[in-house]
């Protein structure tokens, strides 16, 4: 099980579960805040889960305002987009909260990623995983002509 699957695991035992710490709870915030990072590297299926989640938060904020307003602060200064840090601006109604869903046509998108999966035998989702989890190294090569070298990434 990869990074990205534990940490939307662990996002939905938090909403499932109110009776959880306020400092579990705040963790999990945190968690929020990864995922928010590695939203372009989910799948479709992953994104879904991943807003019917925020949803269940959305739904349930009084009840997560109130059991984190001992350990947080939410006078914060933290962008409103990151909406899970403002729960008492979600709770109040002060702060609305949309979850856009629309519908694509994606013949296009599945024609690629059969041909990707057909040559390389992975999705487009996995092979953009892949490279985001792979560390970058950098090899130092000489040219065949001049005195200079150079640098050159390569994703390995």
Do not use: C
């Amino acid at each position: 099980m990869d990074d990205l699957t534990k940490e939307l695991r662990q996002y939905r035992m938090m909403i499932g579960n109110l009776e959880l710490s306020p400092f579990e709870t705040l963790q999990d915030l945190y968690i929020r805040n990864t995922l928010e990072d590695k939203i372009s590297l989910m799948t479709h299926k992953e994104r879904l889960r991943l807003h019917y989640y925020d949803l269940q938060v959305i739904l349930n904020a009084d009840k997560f305002k109130e059991q984190l307003e001992n350990v947080y602060d939410f006078s914060t200064n933290k962008p409103l987009k990151e909406w899970w840090w403002h729960l008492d601006k979600v709770a109040s109604g002060e702060l609305m909260i949309t979850l856009d869903m629309r519908v694509e046509n994606n013949l296009i998108g599945k024609l690629f990623n059969d041909s990707l999966n057909e040559i390389y035998g992975k999705t487009l989702e996995e092979i953009q995983r892949e490279a985001y989890e792979k560390p970058i190294k950098v090899k130092k090569k000489e040219r065949t002509r001049g005195v200079n070298s150079f640098f050159s990434v390569f994703f390995i």
